[in-house]
């Protein structure tokens, strides 16, 4: 600790637990509690992300008011401490700030990062265009599943191609034949259909009729639903699984208000 200080501000303890949690609480001189606060929203964010529940655009939801509950409380603990405490106190070395809010930094950057997957098991985009309208419409934001089992034919996954990451849906997994006759998507000699697109999203003759083709293994066939204006297997080939980094679970977020919350299974 070092000699008392010159009085505090509770506003600039609430903010700065804000920022990072209880970062606020080490400022007031609460150094234990400060860690406390740490651990609870650590632990808790990756509780919660090992049990899938972030996954989901209402898990989602629950997800972020969790962390958002704890640093609201932390910051408002904190901006009271430092209220009742008019006078100097002692507080931790600007060393110790820097320290505990680089630890706390790269604990979420390694959350986000390598440990995403398997502690997280979620993640979040943006619909920047309109291969899977209207199932997917720009503007939406969706959230995906990390942890998933083999891909199912219907599944909207999301896949790395040519250095970045789009969305389609499966058609087709590993052993399948596929062909588009008439636009109709014929999978093992069933036809099923336009399968999902919409009658006015097939009507360029240019790709009514795809040769058949047999899935390798450990490889799918992707699909856009607006299926004229869709770069998809029928033009960039199969995907292999390995490449598929999630399955879109639903829209959490959307310009469009009615889309908000809409969920696939």
Known sequence: MSAPDKPKLPLQAFVMS???????????????????VAALLYLGVILLGV??????????????????????????????????????????????????????????????????GPTLGFKTYFIPSGSMVPTLSIGDYIVTKMRIDAPQVGDIVTYRYNGSEAVKR?????????SIVDGKVIRNGENMGLFFAPPERVKDPRYLQTPQTVVEKDHVYLLGDNRDVSNDSRFMGRVAVEDITGKVTG????????RIGTVFH
């Open 170 to 178: 499966v058609a087709a997994v590993g052993g399948d034949t596929l």
């Open 18 to 36: 804000c920022l990072v949690a209880g970062w606020g609480l080490v400022y007031a001189g609460q150094v234990k509690w400060a860690v406390r």
């Open 51 to 116: 049990c899938g529940v972030p996954a989901t655009p209402v898990g989602l939801y629950v997800f972020a008011t969790f962390i958002v509950l704890v640093k609201l409380g932390s910051a408002t603990a904190a901006a009271i401490s430092v209220r009742k405490n008019d006078s100097p106190v002692a507080s931790p070395s600007t060393r110790f700030h820097v320290l505990y809010v680089v630890a706390l930094v790269i604990l979420t950057l390694v959350l986000l990062g390598p440990l995403r």
């Open 251 to 258: 829209i959490w977020f959307s310009s469009d208000r009615s």
